[in-house]
């Protein structure tokens, strides 16, 4: 079965600075996906990011990128120049390539953005 | 705007009775689902909906069932709440077409409380 794994529960960052959060998955398919859901206080998920597995590029949606590398199975979000409004959960989450979207959910990291 | 809508926002109900919550899309995705989200905690796959077939996980009680009348609605029902069963329900969906699966757009969540 695959796993998801988030071992940061917590992090914070100065606002304007740079901050990483960790996402570490195991798998033995070959094709996946792997998303970046953030998830404000008391308002819906929404899509970070997304990168496919059989892409090398690592994906990048304005001041969020992620660093994919597959042989380490790991999977992490950089958002530069952070704002208060990135403030929320952020989950790491799986999907295997050939499913109907089950996507599964790593444990979530807190992010905090001080002023 | 298309959209994934739920409601209520919030449901209180006794311990014992049905309960159903409702989720409807205006983006003609094919694929509804239905997730449990405990506090601080991951995102919890009950059942999905590939058009009008179900699809149960292996692991979700049958306290919780599921109906899907047409594309646009898909109701979640809980025939005996427990405790236990107070969360954050949140409905997503996405469009399959083929091999390929697109994106999980969430709705806001439905947030359960049991007396």
């Known amino acids: 079965a695959q796993t998801v794994t988030q071992s940061q529960p917590e992090m914070s960052v100065q606002e304007a600075e740079t901050v990483t959060l960790s996402c570490t998955y195991d798998?033995?398919?070959?094709?996946?996906?792997l998303f970046w859901y953030k998830q404000p206080p008391s308002r819906q998920m929404i899509l970070v990011i997304r990168q496919e597995a059989y892409k090398q590029q690592n994906a990048t949606e304005n001041r969020f990128s992620v660093n994919f590398q597959k042989a380490a199975k790991s999977f992490s979000l950089k958002i530069s120049d952070s704002q208060l409004g990135d403030a929320a959960m952020y989950f790491c989450?799986?999907?295997?390539?050939?499913?109907?979207?089950?996507?599964?959910f790593g444990q979530g990291t807190i992010l905090t953005v001080h002023p | 705007d298309a959209m994934v809508i739920q409601n209520p926002r919030y449901q209180v109900t006794q311990f014992g009775k049905p309960v159903t919550l409702s989720c409807s899309q205006t983006?003609?995705?094919?694929?509804m689902y239905w997730y449990q989200q405990k506090s601080s905690q991951a995102p919890k796959l009950l059942f999905h909906y590939y058009d009008k077939d179900f699809n149960n996980e292996a692991d979700t009680p049958d306290n919780f069932q599921s109906r899907r009348p047409n594309t646009s609605f898909c109701f979640l029902d809980i025939r005996s709440p427990g405790l236990g069963d107070a969360a954050m329900y949140l409905c997503?969906?996405?469009?399959?077409?083929?091999?390929?699966?697109?994106?999980?757009?969430f709705g806001p969540g439905t947030r359960l409380t049991v007396l």
């Open positions: 989450a799986y999907r295997r390539g050939a499913s109907y979207g089950k996507l599964t």
């Open positions: 983006l003609n995705h094919n694929v």
């Open positions: 798998t033995s398919e070959s094709d996946y996906y």
């Open positions: 997503a969906t996405s469009r399959v077409m083929g091999e390929m699966t697109d994106t999980q757009y």
